[in-house]
């Protein structure tokens, strides 16, 4: 059996949206010597910088990151492409000599590479893939959403209706095998991870984390929003496309169709935005070995980056 110091470090800072990881994590790669892995569906897509909430080249601090502005935003982007390009930004950290930390709120693509994950990357159209197509451009993401639930209520709850293209490879995947994804990710979950690794999650007042929540989007809106959600409409984007299915993106386009007032398009916005946080913090509690860094107790940066160095330490990953 591998003895843990012997395995390569690996460092998670993940959270619920808004509370702050991005500040916290280039202190962090700052302190230990890491280099910082985008865990966000989002942010590996170019021209999409306000609604994602991208970090910006100025304000890295000289961290390199990666997985940040690598794809058109008309490509398709899943959890096997993040493991593939995660693993060989991991490469280049290590060859490096640094320790990779991995930064962001996507649980599930956090999963994928703390546990190497197993994905079945066969993107090949069947018969069935195209009977549920159909059946979602007849009946709507509801009816097909509620396909799913029957089969893999685990999954319903976990994957969002208007992620199209996952529902259906979650349907598909039972009728192929028989029993549900989520059971499949659950066994690969209790895989003993291949790293030495601490996996922080950040997390603050839900009052004060609402508050946070929504004073952002009224930032973003002032820095444009509106108009780069237009101008990725203008570029091809259409609606079903991974990249415009985003939360800041999805909820404006009904409001430049005409369908709903600005008013109410940032009133879903928000209101989504913050039930997707609820989501995210339900998802941590049932992982296994997180290290929670409550910003409540932990006020201050220098709190929080030593209360994170003291694990580090005690895990072998790095020296105080």
């Known amino acids: 059996m591998i003895n843990e110091i012997n395995k390569k470090p690996l460092i998670i800072l993940t959270g619920p949206t808004a509370v702050g990881k991005t500040e916290l994590s280039i202190s962090l790669a700052q302190e230990i010597g890491g280099e910082i892995i985008s865990a966000d569906s989002m ?7 306000i609604g994602t909430a991208k970090i910006m080249p100025k304000e ?8 940040i502005d690598i794809l058109d935003p008309k490509e398709d982007f899943n959890v096997f492409l993040f493991q593939k390009y995660a693993k060989e930004a991991m490469d280049k950290i290590y060859k490096n000599g640094k320790i990779p930390i991995i930064v962001g709120g996507t649980g599930f693509y956090i999963q994928a590479i703390l546990y190497d994950i197993a994905f079945d990357d066969n993107e090949e159209t069947s018969s069935y893939r195209d009977e549920l197509t159909a059946f979602y451009e007849e009946n709507g993401a509801d009816k097909l959403h509620e396909k799913l639930r029957e089969i893999d ?3 319903a709850e976990t994957i969002h ?75 091809g984007c259409t ?7 985003g939360l800041g993106y999805k909820e404006i386009v009904p409001y430049i169709n005409g369908d709903y007032t600005l008013e109410e398009a940032l009133y879903i916005l928000k209101r989504d935005t913050r039930h997707f946080a609820k989501r995210q913090l339900t998802w941590f509690r049932r992982e296994k070995d997180v290290i929670w860094v409550d910003k409540n107790t932990l006020k201050s940066t220098e709190g929080q980056l030593k209360f994170m160095k003291e694990e580090l330490y005690k895990r072998k990953i790095c020296d105080l």
């Not at 890295?60 to 997985?67: A, F, I, K, N």
């Not at 291949?194 to 603050?204: R, T």
Request: cysteine-free.
């Open 43 to 49: 942010q590996v897509y170019k021209q999409m910088d």
């Open 239 to 245: 609606p079903d496309m991974v990249s415009m299915q």
């Open 161 to 235: 209706k208007n992620n199209v293209k996952r529902v259906i490879r979650a349907i598909e995947f039972y009728k192929e095998n028989g029993y549900p994804i989520s059971k499949h990710n659950e066994e690969q979950r209790r895989k003993a991870s291949p790293y030495n690794f601490a996996y922080f999650v950040l997390n603050h007042d839900r009052n004060v984390l609402y508050e946070r929540i929504e004073k952002r989007i009224d930032i973003m809106v002032k820095q444009g929003l509106v108009d780069e959600v237009k101008s990725l409409l203008e570029y």
């Open 60 to 67: 890295m601090d000289g961290v390199p990151h990666h997985l």
């Open 153 to 155: 209520p685990e999954s």
